[in-house]
């Protein structure tokens, strides 16, 4: 933003302007001021081409206490003819912590990542009267979710450094490209619990099968197998054993065929001669992915607050592995299409507040592809900034010389000469 270079005053423009020294252009390096009649003022960047904003920086007014205490981010997908509010991960609008003075900055990650050319900043709150300086962070024309990489009609939203996938009830996985299997439907069965056979729906009761649908044949209540029948009922008598007839040189020979037992099941081979018989038991395996192992979150320093910082992981084994990292809960990044490999991405923290009350936060991360899935976690401890505070030092030696009472009912305190206090 600073950069007039890259971001010309006339891309930036407002709802309104109080004066002279308070124009939209001054949002940059000066200060930006709405009219004092504006109920709902913005300010808008024009990046004159397709940008990703990750973060987001303010500050008040320098010569006056009025700073903005929340906002909201919206952006255009249609060249600024209609704009749309920015929402978190769980579909409600986000609203941005702002400034608490009119010279600290306020700096907050934007989680999903925004991809557009236009964005406007809306004041909700201030001190006094809207008084903005602003900075962006982000870089030029990532898309992750360009072209969906979310399967089975997921919808692909946008963080850092990678993408995540909001699937539909029957599909799960970092993609969206496991289903889900429904538990079995159960047979229709009467008042007393017995099953019904089932039927078409016309009402036609069907034979029974077994488990891998092949049809048995009828039996009488007791058990005993019916003959088959034609469809008219006609009884069907059981075939005769067959006969073929072979020629010899001699004469006639009649040879009757034995129907016994089937004889195992077996291929022919491409070679010259020979069978091989088909393998049982054969292990199914998905081509391109190997199972994960070794999957490990390293360990990560204390952090304070509202600060963004950086996961990192080992893996000994795994290929096409996405990784996702979650903050207490929070998708805040991941990392797709790994190989037996480390690796790293940055968790950008925009709510101060989902860190723990005990002062550490749990991260926790899963790594998985269509053959395996592998969690981990940890846990980070969270520095908090102490400010006005005052600490009392007491002596407990003192020379004041011999013979000096003191106090108490020891005659054992002794005031200090110099009371010593410290602030920090």
Not at 120 to 142: A, M, Q, S, Y
Not at 192 to 205: F, I, Y
Not at 383 to 411: A, C, N, P, W
Request: glycine share 10%.
């Amino acid at each position: 933003m600073t950069n007039g270079a890259r971001i010309a005053d006339e891309q930036i423009t407002a709802s309104s302007e109080l004066d002279d020294k308070s124009l939209a252009k001054y949002g940059r390096y000066g200060c930006w001021c709405p009219s004092w009649e504006d109920e709902q003022p913005w300010l808008q960047v024009n990046f004159s081409r397709m940008v990703t904003i990750s973060k987001i920086k303010t500050q008040g007014r320098p010569d006056a206490d009025e700073w903005v205490k929340s906002y909201e981010l919206h952006y255009s997908s249609d060249n600024a003819a209609t704009f749309e509010a920015h929402k978190d991960v769980l579909g409600d609008v986000q609203t941005y912590i702002g400034n608490k003075n009119r010279d600290t900055h306020a700096t907050n990650g934007v989680t999903p990542v925004i991809y557009t050319q236009f964005i406007r900043i809306r004041p909700k709150t201030w001190n006094d009267h809207v008084g903005l300086r602003v900075e962006f962070r982000g870089c030029n024309g990532v898309n992750y979710c360009l072209n969906n990489p979310c399967l089975n009609s997921g919808a692909c939203v946008m963080y850092t450094n990678g993408f995540g996938c909001s699937c539909p009830s029957d599909y799960t996985g970092n993609a969206c490209q496991t289903y889900i299997t429904p538990p079995p439907t159960l047979p229709p069965t009467t008042s007393s619990g017995t099953t019904l056979p089932p039927t078409t729906s016309s009402g036609t009761t069907l034979p029974p099968t077994t488990s891998s649908g092949t049809t048995l044949p009828p039996t009488t209540p007791s058990g005993t197998t019916l003959p088959p029948t034609t469809p008219s009922g006609t009884t069907l008598s059981p075939p005769s054993a067959l006969q073929t007839t072979q020629s010899n040189i001699g004469g006639t020979t009649q040879t009757n065929l034995d129907t016994g037992p089937t004889n195992p099941l077996t291929t022919t081979s491409s070679g010259i001669t020979g069978s091989t018989s088909v393998p049982t038991g054969s292990v199914s395996t998905t081509m391109g992915y190997a199972s994960i192992a070794g999957f490990a979150l390293n360990p990560i320093p204390a952090q304070e607050f509202g600060q963004s910082f950086s996961v990192g992981w080992v893996m000994t084994a795994g290929t096409n592995v996405t990784v996702a990292i979650a903050y207490n809960g929070i998708p805040c990044c991941n990392a797709i299409a790994l190989s037996n490999t480390g690796g790293q991405c940055d968790c950008l923290i925009s709510v101060p507040g989902l860190f723990d009350p005990d002062g550490v936060v749990n991260i926790s991360a899963v790594a998985s592809n269509l053959v395996s899935s592998v969690p981990a976690y940890i846990q980070i401890e969270v520095l908090k900034t102490i400010t006005q505070v005052s600490f009392t030092m007491l002596t407990t030696y003192s020379d004041f010389g011999t013979g000096v009472e003191g106090r108490g009912s020891q005659k054992n305190i002794f005031p200090a000469e110099y009371p010593v206090i410290r602030s920090a």
